[in-house]
T-cell receptor, first 115, second 112 residues
Framework: GAVVSQHPSWVICKSGTSVKIECRSLDFQATTMFWYRQFPKQSLMLMATSNEGSKATYEQGVEKDKFLINHASLTLSTLTVTSAHPEDSSFYIC???????????FGPGTRLTVT | QKEVEQDPGPLSVPEGAIVSLNCTYSNSAFQYFMWYRQYSRKGPELLMYTYSSGNKEDGRFTAQVDKSSKYISLFIRDSQPSDSATYLC????????????FGEGTQLTVNP
């Protein structure tokens, strides 16, 4: 149990375009979802936390107008990178947690390359 | 000073060895402790999670928490080449919605 999927697994886009990444909890209701960014050989950096039906809470230094997060249902959250630039190229990972859980279950990640 | 300290390695061991991975932390409010395994270019996979001090065993894996020393460990018995990955410790406070604080991750290679 506790499976989280992400789509797409890999995306290449041109500079200036927007990219949407989906995160789904497949077998549990995710009251809270988290979005992370990870650079090579580094640990995960939390970007934002979202609760179903509420606005996301962004970490300091993360531009909320650039990284749009929507958590419209208990099984789906989306991250949209708007006006992407090469420096946005990274590995984006979502995680999800159920109502009474404290552990987080991670998706397989999405590799974004902006050319 | 980081809230969670973890030796990044790399750690290289022969197949069959017992592996010991460790993290120390400074925040006494941390109540929940987790170990994740991350293969290259994949999302982290939850291996073990514990709430209280003591040991928890699952197959070849044993997680140990010592809250008095603010020290957690993960032991891997009979290590296999498929265990080669980065191991991340993570912890959180008790409040609902609390974020995870991660260690830097230890890169482990098990040589056949």
């Amino acid at each position: 149990g506790a499976v989280v999927s992400q789509h797409p697994s890999w995306v290449i886009c041109k500079s200036g375009t927007s990219v949407k990444i989906e995160c789904r909890s497949l077998d549990f209701q995710a009251t809270t979802m988290f979005w992370y960014r990870q650079f090579p050989k580094q640990s995960l950096m939390l970007m934002a936390t979202s609760n179903e039906g509420s606005k996301a809470t962004y970490e300091q230094g993360v531009e909320k107008d650039k990284f749009l997060i929507n958590h419209a249902s208990l099984t789906l959250s989306t991250l949209t990178v708007t006006s992407a630039h090469p420096e946005d190229s990274s590995f984006y990972i979502c995680s999800a947690r159920g109502g009474h859980q404290y552990e987080q279950y991670f998706g397989p990640g999405t590799r974004l390359t902006v050319t | 000073q980081k809230e969670v300290e973890q030796d990044p390695g790399p750690l290289s061991v022969p197949e069959g060895a017992i592996v010991s991975l460790n993290c120390t932390y400074s925040n006494s409010a941390f109540q929940y402790f987790m170990w994740y395994r991350q293969y290259s270019r994949k999302g982290p996979e939850l291996l073990m999670y514990t709430y209280s001090s003591g040991n928890k065993e699952d197959g070849r894996f044993t997680a140990q928490v010592d809250k008095s020393s603010k020290y957690i460990s993960l032991f891997i018995r009979d290590s296999q080449p498929s265990d080669s990955a980065t191991y991340l410790c993570a912890m959180s406070e008790k409040t609902s919605g609390s974020r995870l604080t991660f260690g830097e991750g230890t890169q482990l290679t098990v040589n056949p």
